[in-house]
């Protein structure tokens, strides 16, 4: 068998918030993200989606157990190691699109290059490039306010994809978004794992989850099913 390369693995995690009451977001949820899955998490509204992905994404530490990256555990790490981890690797999207109001489409898909300390001429011609891939030609001088939910949600994959992370992580991406924008942003996801993107969606939506080649049922912060139509 082809070795394939695992990116994430989740060992036995638990995450709990001590507030007033004790809540157990995830209770001993263990997975392993190979290169080129495309997995989708589905459960109900407070099963722990998103404390899930979270987790998964390194935008937050476990309670309990353990977290690898790339073969590494990085459950320990400091915030400022983990963000240079997630900056490079970890691409990002989600239902409210989080695009910033005062750049356009393009300044948008180029800040992460920024970031990453790019020129300004490297920035321009990837950012248009992803851009064009996306369908967004025309639209690369517009502010977020005036484009459409489904042209928002694709600027921000575009800003996902554009420093080629190992893994792209979506909250409820088609959220905000009517049928028909919705079905053309799985439809760029089907695209990309297509070719070779490893992508998982948490969502509450089996229509959305059905896209999946992997699907984790989530209830009460634990996976009780998962459906692997790799290997039907
Ligand atoms: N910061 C927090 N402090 C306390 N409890 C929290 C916190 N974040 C989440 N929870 C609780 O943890 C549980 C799981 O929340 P989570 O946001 O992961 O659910 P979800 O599946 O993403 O739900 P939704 O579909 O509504 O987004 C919920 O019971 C929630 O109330
Ligand atoms: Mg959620």
Redesign the pocket.
Known sequence: MLFVEELIRLENVWKS?Y?GAV?H?LRGVSISIFKGDFISIL??????????LHIASLLDKPTKGKVFFRGKEVSHLSDEELSNIRGKRIGFVFQAFNLIPNMTALENVELPLMIQGFSEEERRKRALSMLEKLGLKERIYHFPSQLSGGQKQRVAIARALIVSPDVVFA??PTGNLDSKSGKEVIKIFKKLNKEGKTLVI?T?DPEVAKVAKKIFY?RD?QIIKVEDKNKK
């Open positions: 918030y507030g809540v977001a459960g109900p509204s407070g099963s722990g989606k998103s404390t899930f909250d409820e948490v509450h989530i912060g």
